[in-house]
C-alpha cells in the first residue's frame, strides 16, 4: 500500500510539472501495484500510458532531445514501456532474466569488480518478440527507453550520420535509461563488404567508439532481422545475445490462450490451435487472434472458431490471413476436417472442437472423402 501511495504522489507531482515522462513511469508503476487485485483497471491504466498524449515542447516542458542539424528531428524519442506480455522460448527467457537480473545488481556486481557491458543483441526474424524485450527490461528497472530513430540518424550528407551517432551517445551518457539500437544493421554493417563507401565504414568505427565510451551502468539494447550483417567487432560489443526463433508448441498453447481467449479457453482447442499454428510468429498470433475477437464484439457473437482455423491454415511466415465474417460453409469445412486429419494429425473430438461441428459430422466428412 506504501509504494502505491508513493506512486499516486509521484504521479501528480509529474502531472502539475507537466513532466510527462515521469507522468508515464508513475502510471506504469501504479498499474503494476495494482495488477494482482484489480487486472482489469491496470489494464486500462497501461492501454492509457501507450498513448503519445500531448507533445512535451507544446505542453510547456522541455526536455532536450538530440536533433539532426539540418533536418531538426529528434534523433531518439522516448517510447511507452510495454503492455503486451512477454512470451519467451525457455532458452530465451533464461538469457533474458540472467540479462535483467544483471541490470538490476549494477552496483553490487561493480563493488565485487565484476562490471561490463550491460548490451544485450537481440536478432531473429520479425514479429517474434524483440521490440517488446527493450520495453520490458526497461519496465522492470523503471527507467524511460530511448528509441533511436533511424530516419532521422541516416543522412543523406557525408559526415552526418557519424555526428548524429556521437549526439545519441552523449545523450544517453547523461540520461541513465535504455538506449534502443532497432534495425541496428542499418548502421552496423561489416566494414570488408564491398559494396558499402567508405562513410559508411565510418559510421561502424563511430558506433563502436560510442559503445565503448558509456560507462558500466549504461544500458543498450540493439535488434536486428539480419544478423549476418553485423560487423564482428558489434557482436563483441554486446556480450548478452538472445537468438529468437519462432515460438515453439508451448509457448503457441500460451499465446493462443491469451490473445484469442484472455487466459480462458478450452485446452484441447488451444492444443489444436498451437499444433497447426507452427511457423507463425507471435506477432501472427496475436493479429489473428485480435481480428477474431474484433468480429466477435462488432458482430455480438462467439468468437468464429472455424474462421479461425481456416485463417491459421491459410497463413505462412510471410503473409497472415485474417478470419473473414460469416459463418463456414459446409464444403470447407469437410475440406479442413481433411487437412486436419490427414496433415496435422488430429482427432476427430478435437477437429469437431475446432470447426464447431459433430464428431459425427466429421467422421462423415472423412468417409465421404475416402470413398470419394
Same mark, same amino acid.
Given at each position: 500500500?506504501? !509504494?502505491?501511495?508513493?506512486?499516486?504522489?509521484?504521479?501528480?507531482?509529474?502531472?502539475?510539472?507537466?513532466?510527462?515522462? $515521469? &507522468?508515464?513511469?508513475?502510471?506504469?508503476?501504479?498499474?503494476?501495484?495494482?495488477?494482482?487485485?484489480?487486472?482489469?483497471?491496470?489494464?486500462?491504466?497501461?492501454?492509457?500510458?501507450?498513448?503519445?498524449?500531448?507533445?512535451?515542447?507544446?505542453?510547456?516542458?522541455?526536455?532536450?532531445?538530440?536533433?539532426?542539424?539540418?533536418?531538426?528531428?529528434?534523433?531518439?524519442?522516448?517510447?511507452?514501456?510495454?503492455?503486451?506480455?512477454?512470451?519467451?522460448?525457455?532458452?530465451?527467457? @533464461?538469457?533474458? $532474466?540472467?540479462?535483467?537480473?544483471?541490470?538490476?545488481?549494477?552496483? +553490487?556486481?561493480?563493488?565485487?569488480?565484476?562490471?561490463?557491458?550491460?548490451?544485450?543483441?537481440?536478432?531473429?526474424?520479425?514479429?517474434?518478440?524483440?521490440?517488446?524485450? !527493450?520495453?520490458?527490461?526497461?519496465?522492470?528497472?523503471?527507467?524511460?527507453?530511448?528509441? &533511436?530513430?533511424?530516419?532521422?540518424?541516416?543522412?543523406?550528407?557525408?559526415?552526418?550520420? !557519424?555526428?548524429?551517432?556521437?549526439?545519441?551517445?552523449?545523450?544517453?551518457? @547523461?540520461?541513465?535509461?535504455?538506449?534502443?539500437?532497432?534495425?541496428?544493421?542499418?548502421? !552496423?554493417?561489416?566494414?570488408?563488404?564491398?559494396?558499402?563507401?567508405?562513410?559508411?565504414?565510418?559510421? &561502424? @568505427?563511430?558506433?563502436?567508439?560510442?559503445?565503448?565510451?558509456?560507462?558500466?551502468?549504461?544500458?543498450?539494447?540493439?535488434?536486428?532481422?539480419?544478423?549476418?550483417?553485423?560487423?564482428?567487432?558489434?557482436?563483441?560489443?554486446?556480450?548478452?545475445?538472445?537468438?529468437? /526463433?519462432?515460438?515453439?508448441?508451448?509457448?503457441?498453447?500460451?499465446?493462443?490462450?491469451?490473445?484469442?481467449? /484472455?487466459?480462458?479457453?478450452?485446452?484441447?482447442?488451444? +492444443?489444436?490451435?498451437?499444433?497447426?499454428?507452427?511457423?507463425?510468429?507471435?506477432?501472427?498470433?496475436?493479429?489473428? /487472434?485480435?481480428?477474431?475477437?474484433?468480429?466477435?464484439?462488432?458482430?455480438?457473437?462467439?468468437?468464429?472458431?472455424?474462421?479461425?482455423?481456416?485463417?491459421?491454415?491459410?497463413?505462412?511466415?510471410?503473409?497472415?490471413?485474417?478470419?473473414?465474417?460469416?459463418?463456414?460453409?459446409?464444403?470447407?469445412?469437410?475440406?479442413? /476436417?481433411? $487437412?486436419?486429419?490427414?496433415?496435422?494429425?488430429?482427432?476427430?473430438?478435437?477437429?469437431?472442437?475446432?470447426?464447431? &461441428?459433430?464428431?459425427?459430422?466429421?467422421?462423415?466428412?472423412?468417409?465421404?472423402?475416402?470413398?470419394?
Amino acid at each position: 500500500m506504501n !509504494a502505491l501511495k508513493d506512486s499516486l504522489l509521484s504521479l501528480i507531482e509529474a502531472s502539475l510539472d507537466a513532466n510527462y515522462s $515521469e &507522468v508515464r513511469r508513475a502510471a506504469n508503476k501504479i498499474a503494476q501495484e495494482m495488477n494482482t487485485e484489480d487486472a482489469d483497471t491496470a489494464k486500462q491504466i497501461k492501454s492509457l500510458v501507450r498513448r503519445k498524449g500531448v507533445p512535451l515542447r507544446s505542453s510547456g516542458y522541455m526536455e532536450k532531445l538530440p536533433t539532426d542539424p539540418k533536418s531538426k528531428m529528434d534523433l531518439v524519442e522516448e517510447t511507452s514501456w510495454s503492455v503486451t506480455p512477454l512470451f519467451l522460448n525457455e532458452g530465451e527467457k @533464461n538469457i533474458f $532474466e540472467t540479462f535483467s537480473g544483471d541490470v538490476a545488481n549494477a552496483d +553490487k556486481l561493480i563493488r565485487h569488480g565484476l562490471a561490463g557491458r550491460f548490451n544485450l543483441m537481440l536478432s531473429g526474424p520479425p514479429g517474434t518478440g524483440k521490440s517488446l524485450i !527493450a520495453g520490458h527490461v526497461a519496465a522492470k528497472l523503471n527507467k524511460p527507453i530511448y528509441t &533511436v530513430r533511424l530516419d532521422a540518424m541516416v543522412s543523406s550528407l557525408l559526415g552526418d550520420t !557519424a555526428k548524429n551517432i556521437r549526439n545519441v551517445f552523449e545523450f544517453s551518457a @547523461n540520461k541513465g535509461g535504455v538506449l534502443f539500437l532497432d534495425e541496428v544493421d542499418a548502421l !552496423a554493417k561489416l566494414r570488408d563488404d564491398k559494396h558499402e563507401v567508405g562513410e559508411l565504414k565510418r559510421v &561502424v @568505427n563511430t558506433l563502436i567508439q560510442g559503445l565503448d565510451s558509456l560507462d558500466d551502468k549504461s544500458i543498450v539494447i540493439a535488434a536486428t532481422n539480419h544478423a549476418g550483417l553485423l560487423d564482428p567487432a558489434i557482436w563483441r560489443r554486446f556480450p548478452y545475445s538472445i537468438q529468437f /526463433s519462432h515460438p515453439d508448441i508451448d509457448l503457441r498453447h500460451v499465446m493462443w490462450g491469451f490473445f484469442l481467449y /484472455s487466459d480462458n479457453g478450452d485446452s484441447q482447442i488451444l +492444443k489444436g490451435l498451437a499444433t497447426i499454428s507452427e511457423g507463425l510468429t507471435g506477432a501472427d498470433i496475436e493479429n489473428i /487472434s485480435h481480428a477474431a475477437r474484433r468480429r466477435s464484439v462488432l458482430e455480438d457473437k462467439e468468437i468464429n472458431l472455424p474462421r479461425v482455423v481456416e485463417a491459421v491454415i491459410g497463413s505462412s511466415s510471410s503473409q497472415i490471413m485474417i478470419p473473414m465474417k460469416g459463418e463456414l460453409e459446409s464444403q470447407k469445412k469437410k475440406a479442413l /476436417s481433411i $487437412e486436419l486429419y490427414s496433415k496435422y494429425k488430429i482427432s476427430q473430438a478435437d477437429i469437431g472442437k475446432l470447426l464447431s &461441428v459433430s464428431r459425427q459430422a466429421v467422421s462423415n466428412y472423412l468417409k465421404g472423402a475416402s470413398n470419394g
